[in-house]
């Protein structure tokens, strides 16, 4: 089965120049806990996670009003291709110690697939298993 067939196609987005105060506030709205960060392109530029806003903008004592997502979202994010294989998605999603994964065509975001997405589909349960163990490992670790 491939990423396209699960993935969410219409993923809430944010941009680089936007407050770290809306990114949480549609965090909130949409019940996610990340958001793709893309410009006016479509282009996808970063992640920021809910943690994100609260380790590098509220822990930093920064203004959240005040704070672009630019300055707090990861930069180098991974991301999948439609057309991969699910247990490609879940590979790096253990890989990278992530739960969604952006999904990038010619650049552009896509949709975006999660571990939920890949048990609900109930082919997947092993390989998203084994990804959330690995992450949870190295969370725990840290």
């Known amino acids: 089965m491939q990423v396209k ?3 969410s196609p219409s993923a809430v987005t944010v941009e680089p120049a936007a407050s770290a105060a809306l990114a949480a506030r549609l965090i909130s709205r949409h019940n996610v806990g990340a958001l793709p ?3 006016p392109d ?3 530029r970063g992640m920021v ?4 806003i609260v380790l590098r903008c509220v822990a930093a004592e920064e203004d ?34 992530v739960r969604r994964l952006p999904v990038v065509d010619g650049g ?5 697939i999660s571990l939920s997405d890949l048990v609900r589909s109930g082919r ?5 298993a084994q990804a959330l163990s ?7 670790v840290r």
């Open 108 to 112: 552009k975001l896509v949709g975006v």
């Open 124 to 128: 997947f349960d092993m390989e998203a």
């Open 42 to 44: 479509r282009r996808l």
């Open 134 to 140: 690995e992450i949870s490992e190295n969370i725990i």
């Open 37 to 39: 960060v893309c410009g």
């Open 5 to 7: 067939d699960l993935m």
């Open 49 to 52: 996670t809910d943690r994100d």
């Open 64 to 97: 959240p009003a005040q704070t672009p997502v630019r300055d707090i979202m990861t930069r180098s994010c991974a991301a999948v291709a439609p057309e991969a294989d699910c247990r490609e998605a879940t590979r790096l999603m253990a890989l990278h110690q």
